[in-house]
């Protein structure tokens, strides 16, 4: 009976001290791009790149954003929840602004956020 009242207790510290760290770890999650200079500005948004910018680790795999005129833009690894956009109080990730619209994937190339290949499936 005493081991598993010492266990339950262990447990219970453990679960409190876990969560304390999970809250403390997402809320400087915000932070990541604070002392970063962007990488590129577009429409008062500063852009960072945290993988490029502050070694974060990156599955290789091409990212394929969208297709136009017979392009494929892409990003080079799985990076794109860790491209973002601040201005003021927003931050968006690039998933966001070109679902808002925002921003054009040309622009993105043009700006060197993205490359883009030929199409080379039918």
């Known amino acids: 009976m005493k081991k598993e009242v010492v266990f339950l207790s262990v447990l219970f510290v453990s679960l409190v001290l876990g969560?304390?760290?999970?809250?403390?770890?997402?809320?400087?999650?915000?932070?990541?791009?604070k002392g970063l200079?962007?990488?590129?500005?577009?429409?008062?948004?500063?852009?960072?790149d945290l993988v490029e910018q502050?070694?974060?680790?990156?599955?290789?795999?091409?990212e394929v954003l969208g297709t136009v005129d017979g392009h494929d833009y892409y990003l080079s690894c799985l990076k794109g929840s860790n491209i973002l956009f601040i201005k003021d109080d927003?931050?968006?990730?690039?998933?966001?602004?070109?679902?808002?619209?925002l921003i054009s994937l040309e622009k993105l190339y043009e700006l060197n956020i993205i490359d883009k290949m030929d199409v080379i499936y039918e």
Not at 19 to 33: H, T, W
Not at 37 to 48: E, L, N, R, S, V
Not at 54 to 62: D, H
Not at 90 to 101: A, G, M, Q, R, S
């Open 19 to 33: 969560s304390i760290i999970f809250a403390f770890s997402n809320s400087r999650d915000d932070e990541k791009y």
């Open 37 to 48: 200079d962007p990488i590129a500005k577009y429409d008062g948004y500063a852009i960072y």
């Open 54 to 62: 502050k070694g974060l680790m990156c599955a290789e795999m091409i």
């Open 90 to 101: 927003i931050k968006l990730n690039i998933y966001d602004v070109l679902e808002d619209n």
